[in-house]
């Protein structure tokens, strides 16, 4: 069963972090993904395997985008 994606405002902590991963610093992807992963697990949403995507905003910062993995599974 297909489930909607999940879209939220990043905190302003992990949009200093998706900023510093933007202009290049290496070594940011997992911790981005542990306090995505950690969001996900304080809003008790359980989630398998998901894409993410960070979504500038006009404002500067990011959102947020979860999407299911089978979303983007080739059909054989």
């Keep these: 069963m297909k489930r909607p994606p999940l879209r939220w405002p990043a905190s302003e ?3 200093i972090l998706i900023r510093r991963y933007y202009t290049g610093e290496a070594g940011l992807w997992a911790t981005i ?4 992963d950690d969001e996900l697990r304080r809003r008790q949403i359980e989630r398998g395997s998901y894409h993410m995507r960070l979504l ?3 404002d500067g910062g990011y959102d947020v985008l979860i999407e299911d993995a089978l979303d983007y599974a080739i059909e054989p």
Excluded: E, F, M
């Design 56 to 58: 500038g905003r006009r």
């Design 33 to 36: 993904r542990n306090q995505v």
């Design 13 to 15: 902590s992990l949009n």
